[in-house]
């Protein structure tokens, strides 16, 4: 006799950050269960309005904040933003960017180049 294949299930925590969304903004039952594989696939194919407009909206976990104003999680931390943001406010920030978030951008686009600069010579070998 063969098993029944059971389907893995995850935290919502898991989920919300494989789903790139913030956990605290998303709806209390998805909070309060948990999500097989084949649900988060379903979500990633077809997402419910809610997580179409957590997504549009925000507010967004840290990753997506850092993503979306080009700079590191790290840069994020060292200028004191710990709060998730939304999209109007990463829009404000772009628009006029304050001179911490100058810095960080050069700062982490340096970082970039020398990985590249790193890989690339490793590629040689």
């Given amino acids: 006799m063969s098993k029944t294949k059971q389907s893995q299930v995850m935290k919502p925590a898991t989920a919300a950050q494989k789903?790139?969304?913030y956990l605290?903004?998303?709806?209390?039952?998805?909070?309060?269960?948990?999500?097989?594989?084949?649900?988060?696939?379903?979500?990633?194919?077809?997402?419910?309005?809610w997580l179409v407009d957590l997504r549009r909206d925000g507010p967004h976990p840290r990753?997506?904040?850092?993503?979306?104003?080009?700079?590191?999680?790290?840069g994020l931390a060292r200028a004191g933003?710990?709060?998730?943001?939304?999209?109007?406010?990463?829009?404000?920030?772009?628009?006029?960017?304050p001179e911490w978030l100058v810095r960080e951008?050069?700062?982490?686009?340096?970082?970039?180049?020398?990985?590249?600069r790193l890989r690339e010579r490793r590629e040689k070998r």
């Fill in 19 to 21: 789903l790139d969304v």
């Fill in 24 to 49: 605290p903004a998303t709806p209390q039952e998805f909070r309060d269960g948990v999500v097989s594989r084949e649900e988060l696939d379903e979500l990633q194919r077809n997402p419910p309005q």
């Fill in 63 to 74: 990753n997506v904040v850092a993503a979306r104003l080009r700079v590191s999680n790290s």
């Fill in 81 to 97: 933003i710990t709060e998730p943001l939304t999209t109007a406010m990463i829009e404000e920030l772009n628009a006029d960017p």
């Fill in 105 to 116: 951008r050069e700062t982490h686009a340096e970082t970039r180049r020398e990985e590249q």
